[in-house]
């Protein structure tokens, strides 16, 4: 298994009112290549500010993180944005579509940032938006006129246009009714499926199911970790050992 | 009401950095404005009440002592309408004195300091304690600009005698005042006015002052009578004329700062309703909340308002309260240019009328942009439809050429529409303010005889009084280019009324043409007409008008107008052959000489004396006058132009400062999803000031065609308050473009400055927020 992201003694502290908190406590933890990675844990536990400070989204108080053989802890905030726009991929909760424009515009804001062949992107985001069943009357609407899930769905578009390295999800499915989230997780399924390396927050059990590694976060450390096979479809064995773990883990 | 209280602190809070901006620019307008209208306001009456107090002349007229008799005094005692008459004797001559460190040949009136005068009484302003019976008080204009301090001499040389008095005091008088008037009076001791008199006993001249009810009927009343009696008057005046001429420059500079005033006031106004109108879309939901819990859209649009009200309020009293330190510099300008002391006294009507206008536009401007909350559906506000039910997706990216970065340039400058509207007419604006200052400069600064043209009448480089034919001589002198006839010195009588007339050999080659409407004259029975007595007598090109002289009438046909600001309007042009009808012994005496090099006019005149010391009965220096005379506009127009180009940086920045925090705040969102996707700041940068680059050069390049096509007018309306009609201004387009260029870079080097903001927006807080 190639390693993609290699973090070492990752510390992340805030500072609030004079009171310092660890939210990250010396954490090590790798990555590899293709595969589901789900982070849970309780509230407050650090999932988003791990996933975030491994993408460079936010930057560790100490430690270092390799990302494709680069310390990103060193370098500054272009070249950081640089660096995202090249290999990371994001789907948050609340979506964060840039409402003045299409899902087929926003996506294409992304992609044409890499990709300067507008032929080849378009083709690609069309392709992109196919394979999530968004059709084409639907990519020309503006995020505030379509669906939650269909926005959801087009912000995993807009996330993988430009084939990055490792998508990262922060609960994803947080905001959207059960027929919505089977269709994103689908499509987060299928992206893993085509080789797509996917690290994905979230407390929902419905989601972390889809994962192949399943890291359970406890004040700002790992304390445990679920190796699972790739999701083919939902089996009871499946769910058993994920609720064992769980249970293990005191969720 | 509580909750009515906690919007109105948090939309203060909120937006405490743009009510800030607002208020600047509003300060800035206040002071500006409550200055420009005190000034306005006050001068005049100041003027008339010193003007009173003094018991200045309503009219006057100065001949020479020879002409003079006391019947002829009794005899205009007489003249209807006449109250009071005093005569003072004095000296009449042109001598040169140091001004703007240049000797400029004035005509000065000496009056014997020590004499009893009833009219025209003076007011002693700054008296020396080392004073002497050899001493001068000289006028306040001549002090200022002469650059001496009360320990210094003040010297001239006439008729080849050095002369040398002792500054015994500053004095201010109504009378003359200041050069625009063409004379001057300085006050000579007993003793010093005796040894003058002594050695220029042709020059010794009598003033009559008259007081009377209406001056401008006695005047023209007294002068038929002294026309009818052929007295040669060196120099007449009445009190309104005298005003005109001696303000002229104050007039144009109040003028010029009270229309500033109102556009900095128009752009605050404009800030105000933009930041009013992003305000209710911030806080939409908030507004919709308080509309469900039953508040009226009134008490929410008074919560909103009330902020701009209030600071509206205070910066104007503050505004006002300074604008007492201000005006005293404006007043202070003006008493440079005019010789007029004038101290800004507390002008309640002035102070109120700022406010008034300030906090009436400020109340009305709100209530405008407000009036969407009285439209506003609560649900709507609250579920966040009202904002975003227009969305459009302008410019898709798919279907657009070119570039991302320049699709999303084109994104950004259609979505950011208001600001962009607010942008291009504050930019408008500035555009034609910063053109207007560049033509000023251009045309007083660089070009000082454009300004020089507009204001005065012929100026050669050399006037050569002669007493035999020496023109042909002159004209074989090294660097002479041209030497011309001309005579400023004759009178015709029209209507029974005497003019000053200008005659000469041509109109062709002078320096200044001052006809504004039709021709100069060219045959014998051709005149041009003044302005003033275009407009007094109806008359039109074409019409035939008579002149009186000896009981005789000749015929001359009008040909043009012309303008004279020194004169009122109230002249004549005609040429020798045609003078030569009315005085067939006529020859003129005096010549124009215009030399190629002006530089060298001290030097040509001292050669042509030396050479004709007997053909010669006096000479001026006109280039040296002008120099001097050019030099006083120059340092005024200086300080406006600094003021506005001031200003104006003040202007860009504050406006810019309000739209682009405006839109950082209002896209931090958006712009950390850029962030997010990998945008660098450079390019987020790059996007926001392009997408105010179009409405900057579309709005610059609208106000440079403007000004192109209408800052002529513009000048004209401005010169024509001082009787000038026919400006000599020049106006390239390059001035236009160099400064359009110039506004265009500064906007988008403080648009960079400003977009700085954007690279604290952290990704994460994104998330986080």
Same mark, same amino acid.
């Given at each position: ?50 996933? !975030? ?51 087929? #515009? ?65 609960? $994803? ?79 | ?65 020879? @002409? ?68 001068? !008080? ?255 997706? !302008?410019?898709?990216? #798919? ?188 020859? $003129?005496?005096?010549? !124009? ?89 450079? @390019? ?13 050069? +579309? ?5 440079? +065609? ?64």
């Amino acid at each position: 298994m190639n390693k993609i992201i290699s973090a070492k003694n990752l510390v992340k502290t805030f500072s609030n009112n004079g009171i310092t908190q660890t939210i990250i406590d010396n954490l090590d933890l790798e990555i590899y290549e293709n595969d589901f990675t789900i982070i849970m844990g309780s509230s407050g536990a650090g999932k988003s500010t791990l996933m !975030y400070s491994l993408s460079g989204m936010d930057m560790p108080t100490s430690g270092s993180i390799e990302f494709c053989k680069e310390d990103i802890t060193k370098m500054n905030a272009d070249k950081l944005a640089i660096f995202r726009r090249k290999n990371c991929g994001f789907v948050f909760q609340q979506i964060y579509m840039l409402d003045k424009m299409s899902l087929l #515009d926003n996506t294409l804001t992304a992609g044409l940032l890499v990709n300067k062949n507008k032929k080849d992107v378009i083709k690609r985001a069309k392709e992109l938006f196919k394979k999530v069943n968004l059709p084409e009357t639907t990519i020309r609407k503006n995020v505030n006129q379509v669906s939650g899930g269909e926005a959801q769905r087009a912000g995993i578009v807009r996330a993988v246009i430009n084939k990055p390295v490792c998508l990262f999800a922060d609960e $994803p499915t947080g905001t959207l009714n059960s027929e919505n989230t089977k269709a994103v997780l689908d499509v987060f399924t299928d992206l893993n499926n085509d080789g797509q390396s996917i690290i994905m927050v979230t407390h929902d059990k419905k989601s972390a199911i889809r994962g192949n590694r399943i890291i359970y976060l406890k004040d700002g450390k790992i304390c445990g970790e679920l190796r699972l096979d790739k999701y083919e479809k939902e089996s009871e064995e499946r769910n058993a050992k994920l609720d064992k773990f769980l249970k293990d883990m005191g969720w | 009401m509580n909750r009515i209280l906690t919007l109105q602190k948090n939309f203060f809070k909120k937006n405490l950095k743009d009510i800030i901006s607002f208020s600047i620019i509003l300060f800035i307008s206040t002071i500006l404005l409550t200055s420009s209208l005190v000034v306005n306001n006050n001068i005049d009456n100041e003027y008339n009440i010193k003007h009173q107090r003094l018991n200045t002349a309503n009219s006057f007229y100065t001949i020479s002592k020879l @002409q003079y008799s006391d019947n002829l005094l009794e005899n205009i005692k007489n003249i209807k309408g006449v109250n009071e008459v005093e005569k003072q004797e004095g000296i009449f001559a042109t001598v040169p004195i140091m001004m703007e460190d240049n000797l400029q040949d004035q005509n000065v009136i000496f009056y014997n300091y020590e004499n009893i005068r009833k009219i025209n009484k003076f007011d002693l302003v700054q008296e020396n304690e080392n004073k002497n019976n050899n001493g001068i !008080y000289l006028a306040n204009y001549t002090y200022i600009h002469s650059g001496l301090n009360l320990d210094d001499k003040f010297e001239f040389e006439l008729n080849s005698k050095k002369y040398s008095y002792n500054i015994n005091g500053i004095i201010e008088e109504m009378q003359y005042g200041n050069y625009n008037s063409s004379i001057i009076a300085e006050y000579l001791s007993n003793q010093g006015y005796n040894e003058l008199l002594e050695n220029n006993k042709e020059k010794e001249v009598v003033t009559i002052s008259i007081k009377s009810d209406n001056s401008y009927d006695t005047y023209n009343e007294v002068s038929k009578y002294l026309s009818k009696e052929n007295i040669n008057v060196l120099n007449k005046n009445y009190d309104e004329q005298s005003k005109t001429q001696r303000l002229a420059i104050a007039n144009i500079l109040v003028f010029i700062i009270t229309a500033f005033s109102l556009l900095v006031l128009t752009v605050s106004l404009l800030v105000s309703k933009f930041k009013i109108t992003e305000s209710i879309e911030e806080e939409i939901t908030n507004m919709g909340v308080l509309k469900a819990l039953g508040y009226t859209s009134n008490e929410i649009i008074f919560s909103i308002i009330m902020p701009y009200l209030i600071m509206g309020g205070i910066v104007s009293v503050i505004g006002i309260a300074l604008s007492v330190y201000v005006t005293p510099i404006f007043s202070k300008v003006i008493e440079m240019q005019s010789g007029f002391i004038w101290n800004p006294t507390f002008d309640l009507k002035s102070y109120l009328i700022t406010l008034l206008i300030n906090l009436g536009l400020i109340f009305i401007f709100s209530i405008l942009s407000a009036k969407k909350i009285k439209k506003l559906n609560p649900i709507n506000a609250i579920r966040g439809i009202e904002n975003n039910k227009n969305i459009k997706n !302008y410019f898709e990216i #798919d279907k657009t050429v070119g570039n991302i970065g320049f699709i999303l340039v084109l994104k950004n400058f259609i979505n950011s529409r208001k600001q962009n509207i607010l942008l291009g007419i504050v930019m408008f604006f500035i555009t034609i303010i910063s053109s207007f200052a560049g033509i000023l400069y251009y045309n007083v600064n660089l070009n000082p005889i454009n300004f020089i043209n507009t204001l005065v009448e012929e100026h050669p480089s050399a006037i050569i009084k002669q007493t035999s034919d020496i023109k042909e001589e002159i004209k074989n002198y090294n660097n002479v280019k041209n030497v011309i006839y001309y005579d400023d010195t004759q009178v015709l009588n029209y209507k029974d009324n005497s003019f000053k007339t200008f005659v000469s050999e041509t109109y062709k080659n002078l320096s200044n043409d001052l006809c504004y409407e039709g021709n100069n004259p060219n045959g014998a029975d051709e005149i041009s007409v003044g302005s003033r007595i275009k407009e007094k007598y109806n008359l039109k090109i074409g019409d035939y008008i008579d002149i009186k002289k000896d009981g005789n009438t000749y015929k001359y046909q009008i040909v043009g107008f012309v303008q004279s600001v020194n004169y009122s309007g109230e002249i004549f042009e005609l040429t020798i052959d045609g003078y030569k009808k009315i005085d067939s012994e006529y020859e $003129p005496k005096v010549l !124009y000489v215009y030399l190629e090099n002006e530089e060298l006019s001290s030097n040509f005149l001292d050669t042509v004396k030396h050479d004709f010391e007997r053909e010669i009965s006096g000479t001026v220096d006109y280039a040296e006058s002008m120099n001097s005379a050019s030099t006083m506009y120059v340092s005024l127009v200086s300080v406006i132009c600094i003021v506005i180009i001031i200003i104006t940086v003040v202007l860009i920045y504050l406006v810019l400062y309000i739209l682009i925090s405006s839109i950082i705040l209002k896209r931090k969102q958006e712009l950390g999803i850029y962030k997010a996707i990998g945008y660098e700041n450079k @390019q987020l940068i790059t996007q926001l000031i392009g997408g105010f680059l179009p409405s900057v050069i +579309i709005s610059t390049v609208l106000g440079i +065609i403007f000004n192109k096509i209408y800052i002529k007018n513009v000048f004209n309306i401005i010169f024509k308050t001082v009787g000038a009609y026919r400006i000599s201004f020049n106006y390239p387009i390059v001035i236009f473009t160099f400064l359009g260029l110039a506004i265009i870079i500064s906007t988008t080097i403080i648009e960079l400055l400003l977009s700085n903001k954007i690279k604290k927006i952290s990704v994460y807080s994104l998330i986080k927020d």
